[in-house]
């Protein structure tokens, strides 16, 4: 059987990309984020799982307002990453993996999950700076990933609640997946950061810190957080957050270990925060 | 594969699912390109090239040029869009319902309206 | 519309909900087109004549190009799909973002390393914080262009 | 609050837009399909709606594979139909209702529905014909619409029970919208039909017969049949009865048969209508 091993969050701001790939990461400015994911790299390199199911949101690449899906998962067996208008990242193709997508498509749809399927998408920065982030720069990315974006773009976008739900769901799919596959979920986005207008810049370190806090030791009522706290408190972008409780979901309901916890203020308008929790 | 072994066989019909619509990807994206006329108009002209030009499979070209529908299901065609190609042939769903049973057009419809009594 | 709004009070915010999405549906799909180097090109080109091959209001089509973010958003513009003007001018996200507080790149580059902008005064409406309709603009940039 | 003045459940065959234009109403072939229709113009003609909440599933006109939604609803000012690939006539667009389109958007997200909104969108034969056959020759439509895709192309579909959940919270947002237009809630395809494979040609009258009178006395009867299930007893394309059960369930609480005609077959297809309104 296949079963969830850990689960991994970070930010996923596009700056970050952008500093990898122009070869900036030894700046001071810079250093101090990256510093935040030495661990993780080695974590990672001793703990490749065989699948990454990465919970993102889509910037305005692979969806248009004309079509805008709540929760969309990726089937195809690759995906390029997207010009976004700064041109393509020079990072490897996404290697997808086509059966254990179709597998949890089934199994949550028929638990009243109304996914999207897709079989083709690119992919923007919410995906693939998370894995810079974890691998580096490799010519191949270490494992297949399973896409799933999530809308926190136009509103009305899904509650805390549905995400956490929708991670329980997604737990019991790849438990009931024959392959003895070791599966990590990934949560990206956050955490306090607002993009937009004369409030721009807005960073909310002691609610980052207790957000942090919540979703190591009691996730299911921090689920019942409103959006418009989430907005009000952590900023109008601070609502990524909500895919942080998918991953969560995912986990087991035995307390977690946490392997790593780094916080940092700031890269480019963002508060980093990074976790990874393992089963136990 | 761990979903095939939770299909469900039902003889003579195939569930157009996950490994279907992967499998089927450029012959139905060929097929749903016809619904524009302009498009249509192309395929005619050169059915092979236009084949190619969606990246078709040799088992997928060959079934959609001889539009035998049986094989276009097997190599992933789904109904609604294999439609498509058949209306640019004039076939309607009972000449297609025809081939793929085996029996005349006029048997079909009497077996279709035999159903209804 | 039946659900409320509450976050109509939060300041200096704009939530990309569904009267803003049907407001900037034309702005914000011009945006998108510009994720083609095509694209890019042909409307650094000519900007005012790749706009006019969109189905955006005038209004939309003079904030785009006076390059004025919180113009555009105020028209239903959304930042993710606006980011894609930033792009193609090659301006980071940071840049953009400072240009929507009237603060010099600088300034706000200055602001985030030191902590970012405090929530304490910007929760509500009607506090004191920075980010308040009476303290803006709230840099050197703009008090330039307030001039 | 919006009334919903009732629902329509009817089979959305392409063939029967090619009988219209060929004007093969009184057609032998034609006419026991046809002449169900005018009590269904009489009722709609005392009730009169103002909008069109449209239940069907696309094919392949509006959405590929690529992207391809469970739940889809339209949220444009209004909907253009286009050629499916036939080279059929089309029709003139249809007027749709941004109001009642987000106000439904923002209760079904609050209701935990994973919903993909299409600020633009085609709508096929599954759309126009039913409305085509409700209101003929009365071009532009006269209601204003709202449609709602239910994916019963690409496997996995949403269960029936889901569906009609989702017919039920599409009933409390008509319900909860502060307007006073009245409404009919529409549900498109089936009955039992399947178009491809060595099965072609399947009709299980039995089944849909009591399906029909199900959908009025317990439209949870179904529910009980897994997807599999409902292929094996309606045929591949037969899951359209998904749309229906959708439809059924906006009417909320008990209903009563208006009218209904039941006839074998159209094309390939075993055609039902089914009229309702709340008691």
């Avoid at chain 1, 790593?260 to 308008?269: D, G, L, Q």
């Avoid at chain 2, 524009?36 to 969606?54: G, I, M, Q, T």
């Amino acid at each position: 059987m296949a079963r969830i091993t850990a689960s991994v969050y970070t930010s996923h701001v596009p700056a970050i990309g952008a500093a990898l790939d122009l070869g900036k990461t030894g700046e001071p400015y810079w250093q101090k984020v990256f510093s935040g994911y030495d661990f993780s790299r080695q974590w990672l390199r001793d703990n490749t799982p065989d699948v990454i199911f990465l919970v993102y949101n889509d910037h305005a690449t692979a969806f248009s307002l004309e079509m805008i899906p709540t929760f969309a998962i990726g089937c195809a067996a690759e995906f390029q990453p997207a010009d976004e208008g700064w041109g393509p990242r020079p990072v490897p193709v996404v290697k997808g993996h086509p059966e254990l997508a179709a597998h949890i498509a089934q199994s949550v749809i028929q638990d009243d999950f109304d996914l999207t399927i897709v079989n083709r998408m690119p992919v923007d920065h919410g995906l693939t700076v998370p894995l810079s982030l974890m691998c580096g720069q490799p010519a191949a990315w270490p494992c297949p990933v399973i896409p799933f974006a999530v809308n926190v773009v136009q509103y009305p976008v899904p509650s805390g609640r549905r995400c956490y739900n929708l991670g329980r769901a997604i737990r019991k799919a790849v438990a009931s997946y024959d392959q003895p596959l070791k599966v990590q979920i990934w949560g990206t986005g956050g955490m306090s950061h607002q993009l937009q207008g004369p409030r721009a810049g807005l960073i909310n370190r002691e609610w980052d810190s207790a957000f942090l806090d919540r979703l190591i030791a009691d996730p299911a009522d921090l689920a019942q957080m409103s959006h418009i706290e989430y907005v009000r408190e952590a900023g109008s972008e601070g609502i990524e957050l909500v895919m942080w409780l998918i991953a969560r979901g995912a986990m087991s309901d035995n307390p977690p270990r946490v392997a790593h916890r780094f916080y940092h203020v700031p890269a480019s308008n963002t508060a980093v925060g990074h976790l990874i929790l393992e089963n136990t | 594969m761990n979903t095939s072994k939770q299909k469900r066989v039902i003889p003579g019909t195939t569930m157009f699912d996950g490994e279907q619509a992967r499998k089927g990807y450029a012959l139905n994206k060929m097929c749903f390109s016809f619904n524009s006329a302009e498009n249509r108009a192309e395929y005619l002209e050169d059915k092979e090239a236009y084949c190619d030009k969606y990246g078709l499979n040799e088992q997928q070209k060959k079934a959609a040029l001889s539009l035998q529908v049986l094989d276009m299901l097997a190599a992933g065609g789904n109904a609604y869009y294999l439609a498509k190609l058949g209306g640019i042939f004039g076939l309607d769903m009972q000449d297609v319902g025809a081939q793929q049973t085996g029996m005349t057009k006029e048997a079909f419809k009497a077996k279709l309206v035999e159903a209804g009594k | 519309m039946a659900l409320d709004k509450p976050y109509q009070d939060v300041p200096g915010t704009t939530i990309f909900d569904a009267e803003q999405s049907r407001l900037g549906y034309h702005l914000n799909q011009f945006c998108m087109s510009l994720m083609k180097a095509e694209n890019r090109a042909r409307f650094k080109a000519n900007e005012r004549a790749y706009l006019d091959e969109w189905l955006m209001t005038e209004e939309q089509k003079q904030a785009v190009l006076a390059r004025d973010l919180n113009w555009c958003i105020r028209l239903g513009g959304n930042i993710y799909f606006l980011a894609k003007i930033g792009a193609t001018d090659g301006k980071s996200f940071q840049q953009m973002a400072g240009s929507m507080t009237g603060m010099t790149e600088e300034e706000y580059r200055d602001m985030m390393i030191a902590g970012g902008r405090s929530v304490e005064g910007n929760r509500v409406v009607g506090e004191d914080g920075n980010a308040q309709a009476h303290r803006q603009p709230q840099g050197k940039a703009g008090r330039k262009e307030a001039h | 609050m919006a009334k919903i003045v009732g629902g329509i459940n009817v089979t959305h065959v392409p063939y029967i837009g090619r009988a219209i234009a060929n004007n093969l109403q009184q057609d032998p072939y034609w006419k026991p399909f046809f002449d169900g229709f005018p009590p269904v113009r009489q009722w709609l003609a005392k009730v009169k709606p103002d909008i069109a909440v449209v239940i069907y599933n696309d094919h392949g006109l509006n959405f590929f594979l690529d992207k391809m939604p469970t739940f889809a609803i339209g949220a444009a000012p209004e909907y253009s139909n286009a050629d499916e690939g036939w080279g059929i006539p089309t029709l003139p667009p249809y007027q749709g209702d941004v109001d009642l389109s987000w106000h439904m958007i923002d209760s079904l997200i609050e209701e935990e529905f994973d919903i993909v909104t299409c600020q633009e969108m085609l709508v096929d034969h599954a759309f126009t014909i039913p409305l085509e056959l409700f209101w003929p020759d009365q071009h532009p439509c006269p209601v204003r619409t709202v449609p709602i895709c239910v994916n019963t192309v690409q496997f996995p579909l949403p269960t029936a029970a889901r569906c009609f959940k989702f017919g039920q919270a599409i009933g409390r947002t008509i319900e909860s919208w502060d307007s006073d237009a009245r409404v009919v809630v529409i549900g498109t395809g089936g009955l039992s039909h399947q178009l491809d494979g060595q099965r072609a040609g399947f009709i299980n009258k039995e089944f849909d017969l009591m399906f029909m009178e199900k959908l009025i006395s317990d439209p949870l009867w179904v529910t009980r049949y897994s997807i599999p299930d409902l292929v094996e007893l309606t045929g591949t394309q037969g899951v359209e009865l998904l749309n229906w059960l959708t439809a059924r369930g906006a009417l909320l609480g008990e209903v009563a048969k208006v009218h209904a005609n039941y006839h074998v077959p159209i094309s390939n297809t075993a055609s039902g209508l089914l009229c309702m309104e709340a008691v």
